[in-house]
């Protein structure tokens, strides 16, 4: 059982998925990052200082032992906005690697090489010996 496990997690796309998923977390990161420091505080400003993550609905007030119950639909505005920027990023990326294979594949084959003097000597040598 040992080895078939190693040999399951030894295996090409299971090492590449590992690779893809940490990639991706930090990835995320880098995301969430640009939004929230750099792209909603211009957005916030714009709406006379609203902190999106402050935004929020009391549903019941806080009392001195039990703490208020709020519907936080600010943080859900950040994260629909975070989504929306890393699958905007990953369609562009996606789009720019499919260009990049239609180049590829419609690059004409390379022109087959210049023979080298010796090698032109060479076959007139034995196109002479034929005669």
Known sequence: MLDEFKAFAMK?????MAVGII??????????????DVIM??????????NFTDL???????TDTVPAV????????QVTVDFLIIAFVIFMLIKAMNAAK?????AP????PVPTKQ????????????K
């Open 102 to 106: 239609k180049k590829e594949a419609a």
């Open 109 to 112: 084959p390379p022109a087959p």
């Open 119 to 130: 090698e032109i000597l060479l076959s007139e040598i034995r196109d002479l010996l034929k």
């Open 70 to 77: 709020t519907m936080n639909y600010g943080n859900f505005i």
């Open 23 to 36: 990639i991706g977390g930090a990835f995320g990161k880098i995301i969430s990052s640009i939004v929230g």
């Open 56 to 62: 929020k609905i009391t549903l019941k007030a806080a």
């Open 12 to 16: 090409g796309n299971v090492v590449d």
């Open 41 to 50: 505080p211009p957005i916030g400003l714009l709406l006379g200082g609203v």
